[in-house]
C-alpha cells in the first residue's frame, strides 16, 4: 500500500488485524460512535484441497458458505469498548443474499481457514518487539516458530535434562534437594501450631521447552565481544535492522522446513523505516521468499525499493478526501487485465510501468518519452512556478515509448489517477492513424496530411504508404518533416487544433514539433542537457527559450 502520511494505511492493517485477532476496540476507534465498527472481507482460495484438511463436522458447518472458492466473512462491534467475545463473526450466503450471524460451532471450524497475524508497526518500541518474546512481539512469534521444529527434534534429550531438575524441585520429586526438605520441616513445625496434621513442601514448577522458547530475548555482540548488550542501547537504525532480520529469518525459516505450515498473515507498516538502502533489497528478498512459503505479506512503505516488476501489479494506492475518507484505487493488475485482452500482453505492460515508480508516491503524474523531458521538464516547471514539481506533490516518469500511451492512458484513467501525457507532434498523427482520441477522418488531420503531400511534392520530405514521415529517409529524417509542417504556412491553425483536441484527454503534443522547438536545448547528451539547465537557472524562460509564452502555458496545463 501506497500513500501520504494519514491517508489510512495503518487503518487498512488495523482493520485486517482486528478482523483475524478481534479484541475490543475502543472509542477512538470509531468514527462515529452512534455507527458500529464493520470489516468486511472475501477470502479466497478456499479450494477442495483446503477444506480436505478441515473435519468431516466442521467441513459441513463450513462449505455451505462457500462460493467460487471464496468466502465472505464480517466482523461486526456495535459500541465502543464492548467485549471481544461478543465480536462475532458475520458469514455471507450467497444463495439467499444475506448474512448468516455466528453459525453454531463455526468458530472452531474456521480457525484452520484464518491466518494466525503478524502486526510491525511503523513507530513502536523496535528494541521491545525484537528483544521480548510475549506472544504478540515478532521475536515471540520467530521463537514460537523455531520452536516448533526444536521441539520434535530435541524433545527427548531435553525432557530427560529438565526430568532431572524437575525431581530436584518438585514436591513429588525421587531426588529433592536437601536444602528444600530442610526449608520444608521448619514451614511445617510454624504450620503445625495452626493446622495440626496438615504439612506442605515446597513446589518449584520447572518449565517445558516451549515455555523456555517464550522467555528467550536477543543480544548484540560487537566485533567478538563476549558479553552482549541489550539490543535498547543501540539507535533506532540498530533496532529496526534486528526487527526485520528477524522478518528475514522467518523467511530462511519457512523455506528449509519444506513442508505445508499453516498460512500467517504479516502486517507492516514502514518496513523500510530507519533501515540502509542495501537493507531494504535484503528485506525485499525476504518478503518474496515469505510469499511463496504460506504467508501473506501486506505492508504499507514510501520507498520505491519495495516496489518492483513482482509485485508492482498488487500495489495499492490509498487516498483520502473530505468526501470519501479513505479509499483506495483499483490495483494495476486488475486495471490492465481490463484493458489489454491477452495474459502476455498484460505482463509486457505491467514490465513497461514497473519503471514508473512514480505513479504511486504522487498526487499528480507527468508522463514523458524521453531522458530530454525528464532532465529539462523539471528545471522548466520551477523557472515558471517559482517551486519544484516534488513539493506541490508531481511526478515525473517516463515509459517504454509512445506504443504503449494509449493503453497506459486507459489504465491512469481507470485507476482514477491524475496523470499528464507529453510527446512530441508526430504521437497526434499515430493516434488518429489509429483512431485512438483522434478519429481517422478528423478535418484537421485529413488537412495537416494534405499538407505534408505537399512538402513531399516538392521535395523536402519523405513519406510512407499511410501518408506519414518516414523516420530516417532522406532529404530529412521525420522529425524534421514535422517541424516543417509545423512552421507550414496554413498548416498552423490545424496543428493547433490537433493540440487542443488532445489536450481534453490530458495529452500534451509540442505544437512546433518537439520539445526542443520551444525550449531552445539543441543537445541530448548528458552534458548538453545539464549545461541547458543551468542556463535555464541562471537566465530565466524569457532569455533561454524561444517560445517563452508555450512553455509558460504548459507548466499551467500541467498545475490545472
Avoid at 146 to 173: F, I, K, M, P
Avoid at 329 to 336: A, D, I, Y
Wanted: charged letters at 30%; proline letters at 4%; glycine letters at 6%.
Amino acid at each position: 500500500m501506497v500513500g501520504y502520511n494519514n491517508a489510512g494505511k495503518s487503518n487498512v492493517l488495523n482493520a485486517l488485524e482486528w478482523l483475524i485477532s478481534n479484541g475490543s476496540l475502543v472509542e477512538d476507534d470509531f468514527f462515529d460512535k452512534e455507527q458500529p465498527v464493520e470489516v468486511v472481507a472475501k477470502i479466497t482460495g478456499v479450494s477442495e484441497g483446503v477444506l480436505s484438511r478441515l473435519e468431516g463436522g466442521h467441513r459441513k458447518k463450513i462449505e455451505k458458505y462457500v462460493y467460487e472458492e471464496s468466502i465472505t466473512i464480517m466482523r461486526k462491534q456495535d459500541e465502543p469498548g464492548a467485549k471481544a467475545s461478543t465480536n462475532k463473526l458475520w458469514f455471507y450466503k450467497s444463495d439467499e443474499r444475506g448474512w448468516d450471524f455466528n453459525p453454531t460451532g463455526i468458530d472452531a471450524a474456521i480457525k484452520k481457514l484464518f491466518p494466525d497475524t503478524i502486526r510491525i508497526n511503523a513507530m513502536e518500541d523496535a528494541a521491545s518487539d525484537a528483544s521480548k518474546a510475549k506472544s504478540t512481539s515478532t521475536i515471540g512469534k520467530l521463537l514460537k516458530e523455531v520452536s516448533e521444529s526444536v521441539v520434535l527434534r530435541y524433545q527427548h534429550e531435553v525432557d530427560e535434562t529438565l526430568g532431572a531438575v524437575r525431581n530436584s524441585l518438585s514436591a513429588e520429586g525421587d531426588t529433592r534437594f536437601d536444602g528444600l526438605t530442610a526449608i520444608d520441616g521448619k514451614i511445617n513445625e510454624s504450620i503445625g501450631a495452626f493446622f495440626p496434621r496438615v504439612s506442605v513442601k515446597l513446589d518449584i514448577p520447572v518449565p517445558d521447552l516451549e515455555e523456555l522458547f517464550g522467555s528467550g530475548t536477543l543480544k548484540i555482540y560487537e566485533d567478538g565481544a563476549e558479553e552482549g548488550r541489550p539490543i535498547q542501547y543501540y539507535g533506532h537504525g540498530s533496532q529496526r535492522s534486528v526487527q526485520m532480520a528477524l522478518v528475514k529469518l522467518l523467511a530462511d525459516i519457512k523455506g528449509d522446513r519444506n513442508q505445508d505450515c499453516s498460512t500467517k498473515l504479516l502486517l507492516i507498516d514502514e518496513p523500510e523505516l530507519y533501515l540502509h538502502p542495501f537493507a531494504i533489497d535484503v528485506l525485499m528478498e525476504a518478503f518474496q521468499k515469505l510469499s511463496s512459503d504460506g504467508y501473506q505479506i501486506i505492508y504499507s512503505t514510501h520507498s520505491s525499493q519495495l516496489i518492483n516488476k513482482d509485485n508492482y501489479g498488487s500495489t495499492i494506492l490509498v487516498r483520502k478526501s473530505k468526501e470519501e475518507g479513505s479509499f483506495i484505487r483499483k490495483p494495476l493488475s486488475v486495471v490492465v487485465r481490463d484493458v489489454v485482452d491477452k495474459p502476455e500482453h498484460c505482463q509486457d505492460l505491467i514490465y513497461s510501468l514497473s519503471h514508473a515508480s512514480q505513479i504511486f508516491f504522487s498526487e499528480k503524474v507527468v508522463v514523458t518519452e524521453g531522458k530530454t523531458e525528464k532532465k529539462i521538464l523539471p528545471a522548466l516547471y520551477s523557472a515558471v512556478n517559482g517551486s519544484s514539481m516534488p513539493v506541490n506533490h508531481i511526478g515525473l516518469t517516463s515509459l517504454n515509448g509512445k506504443d504503449i500511451y494509449p493503453k497506459a492512458h486507459k489504465i491512469f484513467k481507470l485507476m482514477d489517477l491524475p496523470v499528464k501525457f507529453v510527446a512530441d507532434l508526430d504521437f497526434a498523427f499515430k493516434l488518429a492513424s489509429n483512431d485512438e482520441f483522434i478519429a481517422s477522418d478528423d478535418p484537421d488531420y485529413l488537412s495537416l496530411l494534405a499538407h505534408l503531400k505537399e512538402l513531399e511534392d516538392n521535395g523536402e520530405i519523405l513519406l510512407d504508404e499511410r501518408g506519414l514521415p518516414k523516420s530516417k529517409k532522406a532529404p530529412c529524417p521525420a522529425e524534421e518533416a514535422y517541424r516543417k509542417l509545423a512552421e507550414k504556412d496554413g498548416a498552423v491553425p490545424h496543428v493547433i487544433g490537433l493540440h487542443e483536441k488532445l489536450l481534453s484527454y490530458d495529452i500534451w503534443v509540442w505544437p512546433k514539433g518537439s520539445i526542443e522547438d520551444h525550449v531552445g536545448n539543441e543537445s541530448k547528451s548528458e552534458l548538453g542537457l545539464l549545461k541547458y539547465v543551468r542556463s535555464l537557472q541562471q537566465q530565466g524562460v524569457a532569455e533561454t527559450c524561444p517560445d517563452p509564452e508555450a512553455v509558460a502555458r504548459f507548466v499551467s496545463w500541467i498545475d490545472s
